[in-house]
Structures are given as structure tokens and as C-alpha cells.
């Protein structure tokens, strides 16, 4: 297993806290407070996110404590903003899980309940993408010579960073010159109905149940919903896993324990959202200028090191920006 720069029984401590943690507060998610179904009021799902915004500031305070003596504020930082990246950029993907949720006719009191396994599957996706993909980084290093510069200069370019900067670059300009400010449709519908056509389905949506057993098992079309937001996430996870690479490619706990946190607050944040969305009219346009400055930041690498802070702050004028003018434009 790779480890940050710190002393090994450190980070074996966090990622005990880290699993624990998690495993606690999603028992008392699942078993205590929504062991019935119910349809999530804003209010309810305004305290749980700031739980979890909570939590995470909390445990970014822990990687701070515990690596203080060497490069603390270093990985704090590192923490924030590869959080804070993933939150913003799964913006989109909630719009999403709405027209999926209206297109399958998804009652209120049901879309918590899939929204929640909806994240458990996403863990383990999270985790295969950013393990694997800090092995790949550190096996993608070359060394480009520049005799002019000296008989031995050369530039260490990093190709999978290189080729992910321009991913985000080319995605942030295409959210950018879409024509709506509107999420894209549900883009699955197609091979839902291909898997649909495979799969035995009876039973309804509205029945609460992802298998149901008439002489065989069935899946509902609650399943097929599950299937629709496990699929969405594993989209935007190309753009957003890439994204957080800028921040600490070596380091996959820093960006699976920020990474986690941030998704995992995702079904809270979807209430709110859902209640206010009118107020989020030009945040796509913000996503788009996030994903070309992150872009920028992995293509300018090998040259010029911009540090995390500054990241984080382009971040949040971004996010304040969109939402500011999304607020005045409404009130126009």
C-alpha cells in the first residue's frame, strides 16, 4: 500500500480513524435516522450536510495534528482543496440524479434509500480509480533533455498528468460553449433499455425493493435506478478523479480520504440542491472555468508549481462568483 510522506503508523492511524469513522456514521445514517423511508425536507438534509462538511474539516484538522512536525499545513492544504474540487464538481452530476429520478418517476420518500447505496458502490469505484491511477503516475515520469539549457538539463514531464490536463481543459472549454446552462440529459437511457431487455424486471418502482421473488427473482425498476446513478457516477468520475490528481498525484490517501468525504455528503447535498436549484442557474459555467484552470494547472506542471492554497482559492471565487450572479440574474 502507498502512504503520504509522513511516518508510517501515522497514517496507519488515520486511515483506522478514517474507516471507522465512515463505518460509524453511516450505520447511524442508515439504521437510526432513515431506517424508514421518508421524503428528506431541506432542513434535515441542510444539517447533514453540515455534518459532513463538518467531519471533513475535522478529519483534514487530524492529517494537520499528525504530520504537523514535517510537512503539516503541506497535506492540510492538499486535503482542502482535492475536497472541496471533487464537492464542486459533482455539482453536476446531482442535476443528474434529478432528471434520472423524474424520468424513472422515483417517489420522494425512495430517492434517499437509492442515492445511499448509490454512494456505498461508488466507494469501491473511487478507490479502484485513484489507487490504480497513482501507480500509473508514478509510471508515467520521462525525461525530455535541454542541452541548450546545460549538457544535463532536462524537463521531467509526468505524460498521464499531461494527457489529463488535457482532458479537463478540453472538458471545462466544451461546458463552456454548450448552448444551456441546463445539466445534459440523462445520457444512460439507452443501455438501461438494453439491460432492461436482458433482465427479468417486474414489480414497481414505487414498492421500495431493488428484487422482488415471483417463482424467480426479479429486479424492480427501483433497481434500474441504482444502476442509472451507479452509472452517472462512474461518469463524472473521469473528470472530477483526473481533477484531484492535480493536487497530490502521489499521495492517494490525502485524495481518497478527501475524495470519500466529499461524495459521501453528495445525498444530503442533493436535498439542498433540489430545494434551491433555481439559485445554481450559471453554476455550470462555473464548473467549466474550474475544470480549464485545473487543466491549465496540469499542463503548466513541468514549468511552473502552483501551490495548493492558491488553488483552493481560485476554487472558492469561482464557486462564489457562479452563485452570485445565478442569485442576481434570478432576481432580474
Not at 121 to 136: D, K, Q, S, T, W
Not at 286 to 302: N, Q, S
Amino acid at each position: 500500500m502507498l502512504y503520504i510522506q509522513a511516518e508510517p503508523d501515522s497514517v496507519r492511524w488515520l486511515y483506522g480513524i478514517f474507516s471507522v469513522l465512515i463505518l460509524l456514521v453511516l450505520s447511524l445514517d442508515l439504521g437510526l435516522f432513515n431506517r424508514k423511508a421518508h421524503a428528506i425536507s431541506v432542513r434535515e438534509a441542510s444539517i447533514w450536510t453540515a455534518v459532513w462538511i463538518g467531519l471533513a474539516m475535522a478529519f483534514s484538522g487530524l492529517i494537520y495534528l499528525w504530520t504537523r512536525d514535517s510537512h503539516g499545513l503541506e497535506k492540510w492544504t492538499q486535503f482542502q482543496t482535492a475536497y472541496w474540487i471533487e464537492k464542486a464538481l459533482s455539482m453536476d452530476n446531482l442535476f443528474v440524479f434529478m432528471l434520472i429520478f423524474n424520468y424513472f418517476k422515483v417517489p420522494d420518500r425512495l430517492q434517499h434509500k437509492v442515492l445511499f447505496w448509490g454512494v456505498i458502490g461508488a466507494l469501491g469505484m473511487r478507490a479502484l480509480f485513484i489507487y490504480a491511477g497513482v501507480e500509473l503516475v508514478r509510471l508515467s515520469f520521462i525525461h525530455i533533455p535541454m542541452p541548450w539549457l546545460g549538457n544535463s538539463a532536462e524537463l521531467e514531464v509526468n505524460v498521464l498528468l499531461f494527457l489529463f490536463g488535457g482532458f479537463l481543459l478540453f472538458a471545462g472549454l466544451n461546458s463552456l460553449l454548450s448552448s444551456s446552462n441546463d445539466s445534459q440529459e440523462f445520457a444512460g437511457k439507452g443501455i438501461l433499455d438494453r439491460i432492461s431487455s436482458v433482465l427479468p424486471i417486474g414489480g414497481d418502482v414505487s414498492s421500495g425493493r431493488f428484487f422482488l421473488y415471483q417463482g424467480k427473482w426479479l429486479a424492480t425498476p427501483l433497481f434500474l435506478v441504482l444502476l442509472a446513478v451507479e452509472f452517472t457516477d462512474l461518469l463524472f468520475a473521469v473528470d472530477s478523479v483526473p481533477a484531484i490528481f492535480s493536487v497530490a498525484p502521489n499521495d492517494p490517501f490525502i485524495l481518497y480520504t478527501s475524495n470519500i468525504f466529499a461524495i459521501l455528503g453528495l445525498r444530503s447535498l442533493y436535498f439542498v440542491l433540489q430545494g434551491f436549484s433555481n439559485l445554481f442557474s450559471y453554476l455550470k459555467k462555473g464548473l467549466g472555468f474550474i475544470l480549464i484552470f485545473i487543466g491549465c494547472k496540469m499542463l503548466v506542471a513541468p514549468l511552473f508549481h502552483i501551490p495548493s492554497g492558491l488553488s483552493l482559492l481560485v476554487l472558492a471565487v469561482i464557486l462564489l462568483l457562479s452563485i452570485l450572479i445565478s442569485v442576481v440574474k434570478k432576481k432580474k
